[in-house]
């Protein structure tokens, strides 16, 4: 069972450019989650989505979009990356869409120059 | 909004000693506690959560205790071994209908048992 798959693991881009981090889970699960983590500031919520079809606003949200077009795939894109936005991305999910126990894809590592 | 605070950032223990990880929270409507435990070049895993109608939980070496009025809780390892090592994180979110499942986490504590 592979349950949440993130790619790509590890990337180096140039400032300005556009990034697509890509997250499919074959749990059937209803909500998922992207957090960013950074030393010393724990894991912080981007965006999630409750359900197919529906998005929402996380703690730190801005330069980053999300499109949760099926259950499985939930692909967050930086438009325009800036250095600020260097960090370990992590994608969640949950069963339910109220929330509960949340499973974690391995991580994709970005740095941006 | 919710914010967390967890304190220590590091804790070094001996093996066989304990180990206690607190957290703190803003947000009284907050009903939903878990801990994670994050190994090296992983993901973060559940080990052990509460809710907010129970004080404490027992699962084997870890218990995780909460004291709704002054919004804390605590993981604490007993008996620690080295495969304990790692990063320990709380979180919060409130539960039930209006909830949108959304975690928030506290800043995160480095666990390291020496043999």
């Known amino acids: 069972i592979a349950g949440i798959t993130q790619a790509p693991t590890s990337q180096i881009l140039a400032a300005g450019r556009r990034m697509t981090l890509r997250c499919t889970q074959d749990m059937r699960h209803n909500a998922m989650y992207w957090y960013r983590q950074d030393l010393g500031l724990g894991l912080r919520l981007i965006h999630y989505s409750n359900t197919a079809g529906t998005t929402g606003k996380g703690e730190v949200p801005d330069g980053y979009s999300v499109s949760r077009a099926n259950t499985d795939d939930f692909p967050l894109t930086l438009a325009s990356a800036v250095p600020s936005q260097t960090s370990v991305y992590f994608c969640?999910?949950?069963?339910?869409?109220?929330?509960?126990?949340?499973?974690f894809g391995e991580g994709s590592r970005l740095t941006v120059l | 909004g919710e914010n967390v605070e967890q304190h220590p950032s590091t804790l070094s223990v001996q093996e066989g000693d304990s180990a206690v990880i607190k957290c703190t929270y803003s947000?009284?409507?907050?009903?939903?506690f878990p801990w994670y435990k994050q190994e090296l070049g992983k993901g973060p895993q559940l080990i052990i959560d509460?809710?907010?109608?129970?004080g404490e939980k027992k699962d084997q070496r870890i218990a995780v205790t909460l004291n709704k009025t002054a919004k804390h809780f605590s993981l604490h390892i007993t008996e620690t071994q080295p495969e304990d090592s790692a990063v320990y994180f709380c979180?919060?979110?409130?539960?039930?209908?209006?909830?949108?499942?959304?975690?928030?986490f506290g800043q995160g504590t480095t666990l390291q048992v020496k043999p």
């Open positions: 947000d009284s409507a907050s009903n939903y």
């Open positions: 969640a999910s949950s069963a339910a869409s109220t929330g509960g126990e949340l499973f």
């Open positions: 979180a919060a979110s409130r539960g039930g209908s209006s909830n949108t499942g959304k975690l928030i």
């Open positions: 509460i809710r907010s109608n129970v």
